[in-house]
């Protein structure tokens, strides 16, 4: 199966890079995706690197970009997808997009603060007109010399009008209204008097574009004190407030010119929306290329700090892993960089022995990724070991397939499967980045296997939308069923089946008699067989798995492991669970529907296996008794070789070592004593 098998054989190399081309060439590596770069300045500062700035300009650019893609996004404009591959841009387009993104941020800016700005003008003379549409009944009031309030006169000036009191009018949000009269009453102790109409239509907030519900409100009091207290509350409850004349005419002559002014403004307001709409449709078009282009940028000097410079500060010296069958396409690609760089010197690569162990890489394509990202989910694999992913392509599916069991429900999975995996081109250009259906676009290739796999076991299951459906004539035999004339009155009769007496003798030709949906031990029979079927399954996965570390021994020549850890755990799983399995076919076998009554209970004999008791009513085959004693005893023997062996081996082979270093040493002293006995002997 090659790297499909297991993953690819990495090896470590050396690449020297001319300063001119180590751009290129890196921009040509990503768009590759063989390579692994490795930080050759663990110890220097991120902020003292050779590229920090111009990382920090394209940090500084997609803030660029994040906020025209909210103005974008706030004014309902689609951005447009990417159709084809946008390459990394050349290191000289740094300053031109940053110049492009810098003049396109001013100009939004500046567009929205004289919006934000012109629509502050427009809500005051909205507001201004309001009050004056509001206030004519109160002035009204005044005009004819009205009491303060009718039927509450102020203590002791039963005649004062409107014209001796000192007026305060403005706008107030509705929800504030409440506490702001309440405020009003205790400070000035029911000597200002409050007059409000609530406006109608909700007025637009310049600054979030929501609207607000607001009220006019006129006070009438009397004294300066009373005024200055009346207007620090007005203040406090941010409340607008706005100058009402009193004379009839003047009021008209001011409604006139706010009338006016309105008009003039709401036209300003629609030229400025439409030149900033222009403005947004325009960037939207080339919104998503000026992000891919950022990104890559951003990437490759971000890549370039993980490089070292050599002496002479014009050469970039990189080491990385690569996978050594794609060593040619990656020399093709520095070639490549070189050349569009213009650069006179070639770029080098050279394979560099290492002790470091090599990154886990597993190639994948559209169909083989999402089962790749479900292994992994649960643990990468070391370098050069067995990779289950082809193995999930099958088993996966079968097994949600066999939870799941149901033909109608699984044809609807299957139909929308096929349907993602037809229209995947349209769809991931439309909703690939969706953070939801992104994820489901992603799976369609299981979907589509998990729904095709779920339709033959809900026909193994004769179960379509939980009824089943008659494909082929029933084998019961109506006749044998002893039924009284009171279970066939009855409408709700539920007819335990009973296979030794109603059978033609003639199995069902494909999956489940549909006769076993009217029958009241239905749950009981069906129940009995998944669990079967699904002991099976499982402990048949579980030996596949075990099974499969024997390549990884045999590859990294582990053969210790073989005896320590493989041999016990395939002796402990077969001789347990595998016998469990041996024991449901036996009885499978060994009885029909006419002894069915004298077969014994799998879970009582299980049970009695590992409290050794001989119960022979519960034996299946002659000598059971002694084959599970011998069963059990050697699996629990497999307990301590599983625990114990290993640490064993290796406690006496560092004895060993150390008896050697010891006789090594010792030898080493008796020749220096011995030498220097020599000397002294001749002197």
């Known amino acids: 199966m090659g790297s499909l098998f297991r993953s690819e054989e990495m090896t470590l190399a050396q690449l020297f890079l001319q300063s ?32 920090v700035n111009e990382v920090r300009r394209c940090d500084e650019m997609e803030r660029k970009l994040r906020y025209i893609e909210k103005e974008v996004t706030s004014s309902n404009i689609k951005i447009h997808d990417v159709s084809e591959h946008v390459k990394a841009p050349a290191p000289r387009e740094l300053v031109d997009l940053e110049a492009k993104l810098d003049k396109l941020e001013s100009e939004l800016r500046e567009v929205n603060s004289n919006q934000e700005a012109l629509k502050q003008n427009y809500l005051e003379l909205e507001e201004q007109m309001s009050i004056l549409h509001n206030t004519q009944t109160f002035f009204h009031v005044g005009d004819h010399y009205a009491p303060f309030a009718e039927g509450n006169p102020l203590p002791q000036q039963q005649s004062v009008g409107i014209q001796s009191l000192g007026c305060l009018s403005g706008v107030l949000n509705r929800d504030r209204l409440p506490a702001f009269e309440q405020m009003l009453w205790r400070v000035s102790r029911g000597n ?25 409100f ?38 006139t010119g706010i009338r006016t002014r309105i008009q003039d403004l709401q036209m300003v307001l629609n030229k400025t929306y439409d030149h900033r709409q222009r403005l947004l449709v325009e960037t939207a078009t080339t919104l998503q290329v000026w992000f891919i282009k950022v990104n890559k940028m951003k990437a490759i000097y971000h890549t370039l700090n993980l490089f070292n410079l050599d002496v002479t500060q014009k050469c970039l010296i990189a080491e990385c892993w690569c ?77 949600f397939a066999v939870m799941f069991g149901d033909a109608g429900h699984g044809l609807i999975m299957a139909l929308f499967g ?34 095709m796999f779920s339709i033959y076991t809900g026909l193994i299951y004769n179960d379509v939308f939980s009824k089943s459906l008659k494909f082929f004539d029933s084998s019961w035999n109506v006749s044998g069923m002893d039924f009284s004339d009171e279970d066939l009155i009855k409408a709700d009769a539920s007819y335990f089946l009973d296979p030794c007496n109603t059978t033609n003798g003639v199995p069902y030709p494909f999956g489940m008699d549909p006769i076993w949906q009217v029958s009241g031990n239905k749950i009981s029979w069906l129940n009995s067989y998944k669990m079967k079927m699904s002991i099976i399954v499982g402990i048949s996965q579980m030996v596949f798995g075990v099974i499969l570390s024997v390549f990884n021994y045999v590859h990294f020549r582990k053969y ?53 008791t001989n119960d022979e009513d519960l034996m299946m085959y002659s000598n059971q008794y002694e084959v599970q004693v011998a069963l059990v005893v050697i699996a629990v023997l497999c307990i301590p070789w599983m625990l114990l ?9 560092h004895r060993g070592r150390m008896r050697q270093r010891l006789s090594t040493v010792s030898i080493s002293v008796s020749f220096a004593f011995a030498a220097a006995a020599f000397f002294v002997s001749c002197i």
């Open 20 to 51: 001119e081309a180590a751009y290129a060439c890196v921009a040509e590596l990503g768009e590759l995706g063989l390579v692994q770069f490795r930080d050759l300045n663990p110890d220097v500062n991120a902020f003292q690197r050779k590229f």
């Open 192 to 216: 200002i008097f409050l007059r409000c109409n609530e406006i109608e239509r909700p007025l637009q907030d310049p600054v979030t574009g929501d609207g607000v519900y607001k009220c006019v």
């Open 218 to 255: 006129v006070l009438f009091f009397q004294g300066e004190q009373l005024g200055i207290r009346a207007r620090k509350i007005c203040e406090g409850f941010r409340a607008s407030l706005y100058p009402c004349p009193e004379d009839a005419n003047e009021r008209q002559e001011l409604t």
């Open 323 to 399: 996978p050594v069958d794609d060593l040619e396409t990656i020399q093709r690609a520095l070639r490549h960089g070189t050349e569009s760089s213009g650069a006179s010197v070639p770029s080098i690569l050279n394979r560099v022995q290492s002790p470091l162990q090599p990154p886990t890489c597993n190639k994948t394509n559209k169909f083989t990724a999402v089962f790749q990202d479900i292994i992994d989910a649960y643990g990468v694999a070391s370098y050069r070991e067995v990779n289950p992913a082809p193995y999930a392509i099958i088993t996966f599916p079968f097994l």
């Open 418 to 451: 096929l349907f993602l995996v037809v229209k995947e081109r349209k769809l991931i250009q439309a909703y690939g980045n969706d953070e939801v259906f992104g994820i489901i676009l992603g799976g369609r290739y299981i979907i589509f296997l998990m729904g």
């Open 560 to 612: 210790s492991s073989l005896l320590f850890d493989f041999i016990p755990q395939i002796i402990f799983l077969l001789f347990i669970f595998g016998y469990m399995v041996v024991l449901i076919v036996i009885k499978w076998f060994k009885y029909s529907a006419e002894n069915s009554m004298e077969a014994p209970s799998l879970i009582i004999t299980i049970i009695n296996m590992f409290l050794l």
């Open 645 to 653: 062996a290993r640490p064993v081996s290796q406690f006496i082979a």
